[in-house]
């Protein structure tokens, strides 16, 4: 069954570093989405992207933070900067059209932020 | 801004017996609802949805109850199964909004064997 994968799992960085996660949506999909859980916190939206530009993206989603789909297949959410509070599980996930509304995610990468 | 709430951060249900999990919205431009089932460490994953223009929806073990008027919905498992044990997710989304969803707090379902 054709899942979302995302890279690495585990992430370290210091503070200040830049962090670039990756994601291969489902390849018939065409939206994409970033989620990222803060641990014990709910999952937030941080943006969506749909032919090639975002469609939208929350408060979080400052510009410290980038999405890119460099070469079709990829999806990469770049953080410049990384802040402490930066620390959290970050999802990838996509959706195969609008009307259905069901969004599929990948397994998350821990980012931690020393 | 909980436009999205599930006021029972846990619940524990024994191995068999029915579990109802209880989500409530303040938006009323949602018109559709989620269910995700999320493991520790891992990706939320779909469980079962439902669209405001149904008030029903049942797959296998699962069933969705949309309530609109009182913008509620939950979810029944029966018969819970030990499984089954997982944070439950309840999200919507609305028309326009590119689909994203918004999520509730979650619920750790405990099925006892």
């Known amino acids: 069954e054709p899942e979302v994968t995302q890279t690495p799992s585990h992430q370290v960085t210091q503070m200040g570093q830049e962090v670039i996660l990756r994601c291969v949506p489902i390849s018939n999909h065409l939206y994409f989405y970033w989620y990222r859980q803060i641990l014990g916190q709910k999952v937030e939206f941080l943006v969506s992207?749909?032919?090639?530009?975002?469609?939208?993206k929350s408060e979080i989603f400052d510009d410290q933070f980038s999405v890119e789909r460099p070469d079709g297949s990829n999806f990469t959410l770049k953080i410049r900067s990384t802040k402490l509070e930066d620390s959290a599980m970050y999802f990838c996930a996509s959706m195969k059209l609008a009307t259905t509304g069901e969004l599929f995610f990948g397994e998350g990468s821990r980012l931690t932020v020393l | 801004d909980q436009q999205v709430k599930q006021n029972s951060p846990s619940l524990s249900v024994q191995e068999g017996r029915i579990s109802i999990l209880n989500c409530d919205y303040t938006n009323s431009m949602f018109d559709y609802f989620l269910w995700y089932k999320k493991y520790p460490a891992e990706g939320p994953t779909f469980l079962i949805s439902?669209?405001?223009?149904?008030d029903k929806n049942e797959d296998g073990r699962f069933t969705v109850f949309l309530n609109k008027s009182a913008k509620h919905l939950s979810l029944h498992i029966v018969p819970s199964q030990p499984g089954d044990s997982a944070v439950y997710f309840c999200?919507?989304?609305?028309?326009?909004?590119?689909?994203?969803?918004?999520f509730g707090s979650g619920t750790q379902l405990t099925v006892l064997p």
């Open positions: 439902i669209s405001s223009i149904k």
């Open positions: 992207f749909y032919n090639n530009e975002i469609s939208e």
């Open positions: 999200a919507a989304s609305a028309t326009g909004s590119a689909r994203q969803l918004t």
